[in-house]
């Protein structure tokens, strides 16, 4: 499954919000600079879905793509 994420770095708090099915808006504490927010972003992203993620696209970009890859809990 891939997920359409927008990245709000630097905003003082982690939250994520639903949009869509596929698309939500991502909160960060962390700012972008040496791939701190990507790292806060994935280690987020895998607690809420309890499944690995890959960003696919947008890596440096606030508009990203991610893969949800097979469920941690296996």
Known sequence: ????????????RQEIIKISDSSYKVFLKKSPENNKANIELEKLLTKHFKSKMKVIKGFTSKNKVIEVKDDIRK
């Not at 499954?1 to 003082?12: A, D, E, F, Y």
């Open 1 to 12: 499954m891939k997920l359409n994420i927008k990245v709000q770095p630097n905003s003082g």
